[in-house]
């Protein structure tokens, strides 16, 4: 193609707003300076405890001025892609490459059967040649419940991948699909062949949902397979050789759908585990995935999906393809993520589990500052960047030249049996893998760091948010579920930046400076728990000792004080709103804000110094993909679960009861006991009072967790005992 005919297959368009958010941060880093210099000047020269609070609660506003300047930096440069399909078919759709996807699961019972065939079969019928497309599943939980689930998908997608192309089925789970969508009712044909593949699809999933709940595969069905077979000699899913069996061999012309079209390569998986040998978590599952895989099909693009994050866009594959193929730019790209989007999110989301503002504005600025993270799912990468292979600008890929070398001879029961030893738990020694190739070993959060290693190694990435979400998941329906997942996150961050590959030592002149900033605000998630922990506490015990740490109302030193809370919060509160949240929902933000930064973050800082003293090893948490009736119908109606004891738990509550203890003790010290003024009462610590009072209206759902619920999801009374005694015990040494 001539240079001056070059149309590009996607174009990168600056966001709107960024003025008014430029604007926005002057005036609040204005209003900054200005507390700085009252806490400079205003610096208690008499009482010991004064003097203490004064500074810790000075230092935690100069970190938390910090920390916003980093979000800030990540956010500055916002950008928005959108790709041109139609150029992709005109000039590729014969030489469209082959798309690898990886789909993992560790566990048969937090991670049901029924659950990851939906999000297979959705994938196998991508709008994409079926040809080129090949799913593979890595069950770490070695379950032949997985396996005969992955047979059943096998035989229904030969009905299910004409379906969706007849009826242009959207989204393409069929559980998704069918509890969602409306029948033909117009066309009596067309309804009649509707119920038929429902009706197919509902007797399926009966068959699974029976032979879970009876825990072993019948003798009838163990003779439908030979791969049955390899469970006769698994000691335990710890303990088992390497599983792969091909399920649907793609090359094969026999391996056709009811209308004759070619049908995907499927692939099961269970790597070997052998208890002496360390398997990594999901980086070792995703790396002997990626080694199988270049002997059966090796597709120059690998996709992985966790099992739970169906395709919600059928396009996706093409999508990606446009930055990939262009001629322009597209060699320069290792991997184009996708955000994370959850289906089963409530309209107020009451977990804050959206991350709404992130992936919809922080990651399209981190993009603009040179490519978004890599967040573990939802993502296409190049294969030989994935292997460790460094950018070269002058290297132009000729995608015909690809697809020819990607083919491959042998059968499929060859490639079944030579391919095992790829996926042994000995294969990795004295190997780079872990390390220089595939996904690195040895943090929680596998996806970030391997992601930053690519991007060292000269690739761009690329974030892409099509209107269509291109994946939808499920979200944690209980609060201990929330909190457990973003404690390992913010321990797996705070672990990359105290290690060699904290971003801005080992990104220093490898990538941008604005993209190493981008990282931080991530890293630093954990680092926050110490700051928030000393103002939902201190000010509201230093209230109860009379204590004044702000300026007064009659002071003119209010007026930043006011002007930060007040403009940072409804700054917030706009974008969120017109990113299409509710106003409860980002009351709920700020709760769950606080809940996440004085637990989970707390535990995730104080594991992560444990680890780097050796006092503690790292454990991988599943988080469970169902519930219990009772839990699933308080999360619809939008009712916050407890339940279970838990440490995270007993410090929300301690918190909790401490403000109002302050607040009322405070009240009756101030106006009842002493009979002061109210007037004067309110000019001295009518900040404090005010803050005081949102972090008891913050914490009205654990009041009534503590004292007023009956249901199974409330706080357990040992939990309110713990947590009574140690608040009124802070509060009696802060009076006395």
Excluded at 9 to 23: A, S
Excluded at 188 to 196: A, G, I
Excluded at 519 to 527: E, G, Q, T
């Amino acid at each position: 193609m001539e240079k001056h005919d070059y149309l590009p297959l996607f174009e990168t368009t600056p966001m709107k707003g960024r003025l008014l958010f430029r604007l926005y941060t002057a005036s609040v880093f204005l209003g900054i300076s200005f507390i700085c210099a009252f806490r400079v000047s205003h610096f208690p020269t008499e009482g010991k405890v004064e003097r203490w609070g004064w500074m810790g609660l000075f230092v935690a506003e100069l970190w938390f001025s910090f920390y916003g300047f980093l979000t800030i930096v990540a956010r500055w440069n916002p950008v928005s892609r959108r790709t041109f399909k139609d150029r992709l078919s005109q000039r590729y759709e014969k030489n469209l490459p082959g798309v690898d996807i990886f789909i993992c699961t560790a566990d048969p019972t937090a991670e049901p059967p029924s659950l990851v065939i939906n999000t297979a079969l959705s994938l196998m019928a991508y709008d994409y040649p079926p040809k080129k497309l090949n799913i593979y599943l890595s069950d770490d939980g070695g379950s032949e419940l997985t396996f005969y689930a992955m047979l059943e998908a096998s035989r229904f997608c030969k009905i299910w991948l004409p379906f969706c192309r007849k009826f242009k089925v959207e989204p393409r789970s069929p559980a998704a699909y069918f509890g969602s969508a409306v029948e033909p009712l117009d066309d009596p044909l067309n309804l009649k062949e509707w119920l038929c593949v429902k009706e197919s699809f509902e007797d399926m999933m009966m068959r699974i949902h029976t032979t879970t709940k009876l825990g072993k595969i019948s003798k009838d069905i163990r003779k439908q397979h030979k791969g049955f077979r390899e469970w006769d000699v698994v000691s335990s899913r710890r303990d088992h050789q390497t599983i792969l069996q091909i399920l649907i061999d793609g090359r094969d012309p026999g391996a056709v759908d009811i209308e004759g079209e070619h049908l995907p390569t499927l692939v099961y998986l269970s790597r070997e585990k052998k208890p002496q040998y360390h398997h990594n978590f999901k980086a070792g599952a995703v790396n002997a995935l990626i080694r199988v895989s270049s002997k059966i099909s090796n597709s120059p693009i690998i996709m992985n999906v966790d099992c739970d994050m169906y395709s919600n866009n059928s396009e996706c594959v093409r999508d990606t393809m446009c930055f990939f193929m262009d001629e322009e730019k597209g060699h320069e790209i290792a991997y184009v993520q996708y955000p994370q989007h959850f289906h089963n999110l409530k309209k107020n989301d009451i977990y804050a589990s959206s991350f709404l503002v992130e992936q919809e504005l922080e990651l399209l600025g981190v993009d603009g500052n040179g490519g978004p993270c890599y967040l573990g799912t939802g993502c296409f990468h190049r294969r030989d960047a994935l292997c460790g292979k460094k950018y070269n600008k002058e290297l132009k890929i000729n995608w015909e030249e690809v697809n020819d070398k990607t083919k491959i001879e042998e059968s499929a029961i060859v490639l079944e049996d030579t391919c095992k030893v790829l996926a042994s738990c000995t294969y990795e020694q004295n190997k780079q893998w872990g390390k220089e190739m595939g996904l690195k070993y040895g943090f929680p959060v596998e996806d970030i760091i391997t992601g930053l290693s690519i991007q060292c190694k000269g690739w761009r990435s690329v974030y892409t948010n099509p209107e269509r979400k291109g994946f939808a998941g499920l979200g944690p329906t209980t609060l201990l579920q929330s909190l457990i997942q973003q404690k390992r996150w913010s321990e797996g961050h705070f672990q990359i930046f105290l290690s060699k590959y904290c971003p801005l030592l080992y990104g220093h002149k490898k990538i941008p400076l604005k993209l190493q900033l981008s990282y931080c605000p991530y890293n630093m998630w954990a680092a926050n728990s110490l700051p928030t922990l000393y103002i939902v506490a201190v000010p509201s015990l230093c209230l109860l000792r009379g204590i004044s740490m702000f300026p007064k109302i009659s002071s003119p030193w209010v007026i930043p004080f006011v002007y930060v809370a007040f403009v940072h919060r409804a700054y917030s509160l706009g974008e969120f709103l017109w990113l299409g949240g509710t106003l409860k929902g980002w009351c709920n933000l700020q709760r769950i804000w606080v809940f996440r930064r004085t637990t989970c973050y707390l535990f995730g800082f104080f594991d992560t110094i444990l680890k780097l003293f050796g006092f503690s090893k790292q454990v991988f948490a599943l988080t469970d993909k169902v519930a219990d009736e009772d839990v699933s119908e308080r999360y619809e109606q939008e009712v916050m679960e407890f339940g279970a004891s838990s440490p995270m738990f007993s410090i929300i509550a301690t918190l909790a009861l401490l403000n109002l203890f302050c607040l009322v003790g405070s009240t009756l010290k101030k106006v009842i006991v002493k009979d002061t003024n109210m007037v004067e009462v309110l000019d001295q610590f009518g900040l404090q009072i005010l803050g005081c009072c949102l972090l008891v209206m913050i914490n009205l759902p654990i009041y009534q967790a503590l004292f007023f619920r009956r249901d199974n999801g409330r706080l357990p009374p040992s939990t309110t005992y713990q947590s009574m005694i140690v608040a009124l015990l802070a509060c009696a040494i802060a009076i006395y």
